[in-house]
């Protein structure tokens, strides 16, 4: 394309909930182009054959997990829920990503048990969100991945994120892997401070892949010019 942009993922908005006909239709008309990610009724007693119907059938590549509604995101986590989880994982489920409750204060040690449970649940790797709205502190992370489950990775977007990003490569010692999000807005710092990656916007896939393959090069002046000339779009 003109752009650059081959393909692209679309992820199934949450005002059609579980109907992901118009999704679904877009990957047929055009073949190759989209990678798509679905919703599934989560209280439906076929969820997990939903899910599979959608990778199976239609060609889904993940399962959008939405935290803030209609229910509270904790309840991914109860073990009603494991049969999502394991059928995912038979599907092929690379790594799964879950926000920690939002709606009410957790303590340290009720987010330890939240993702010890996921994680006992199934083997593939999982990201702890760090939002504003549902933190997950540096070293409460760093914690949880040490202690031996599958939850090591971290994806940092409570403000301000580039030192966020140090203290969590600095507390987990190698055991946690830290990524940056909220947007890519600080990409080049999360960087520098030893984030592995970023999860940005999907606005502009092509901009992050250049900066990210010239600082991966060692050009790393070059890819702060280019970062810059495309932030005021962020």
């Known amino acids: 394309s003109e752009a650059g942009v081959d393909r692209a993922v679309i992820v199934q908005p949450i005002h059609y909930l579980y109907d992901n006909r118009y999704v679904a239709e877009c990957r047929r ?21 939903q899910l599979q119907r959608l990778v199976e059938e239609e060609g889904f590549s993940g399962l959008r997990i939405h935290t803030s509604r209609p229910d509270d995101p ?17 599907l092929g489920a690379d790594a ?6 939002s709606v009410m204060a957790v303590t340290g040690d009720e987010l330890r048990g939240y993702f010890r449970s996921i994680s006992d ?13 549902a933190p ?23 403000p301000p994120t580039a ?34 990656g970023t999860m940005p ?3 502009a896939p092509e901009l992050f892949r250049r900066v990210w393959d010239l600082y991966r090069d060692g050009a790393e002046a070059e890819a702060q010019r280019e970062f810059d000339r495309f932030a005021p779009l962020l």
């Not at 649940?121 to 709205?133: E, L, N, R, Y």
């Not at 010692?173 to 030893?194: D, T």
């Open 29 to 49: 008309r055009f073949p190759g182009k989209f990678a798509a990610i679905g919703l599934v009724d989560r209280q439906a007693p076929d969820a997990p054959d």
């Open 74 to 90: 904790s309840e991914w986590a109860a073990p009603d829920q494991d049969r999502i989880w394991r059928r995912a994982e038979e």
């Open 96 to 101: 799964v990503m879950v926000a920690p409750p």
């Open 121 to 133: 649940a199934i083997d593939a790797p999982i990201f702890m969100p760090d939002q504003p709205a």
């Open 136 to 158: 997950v502190a540096p070293a409460l992370a760093a914690r949880i991945a040490r202690e031996g489950g599958n939850a090591c990775y971290a994806k940092v977007e409570t």
């Open 163 to 196: 030192p966020r990003v140090a203290q969590a490569v600095e507390a987990g010692g190698g055991a946690l892997i830290v990524f940056g999000g909220a947007g890519g807005n600080m990409l080049i710092e999360e960087l520098r401070r030893g984030a592995a």
């Open 201 to 203: 916007h999907c606005a």
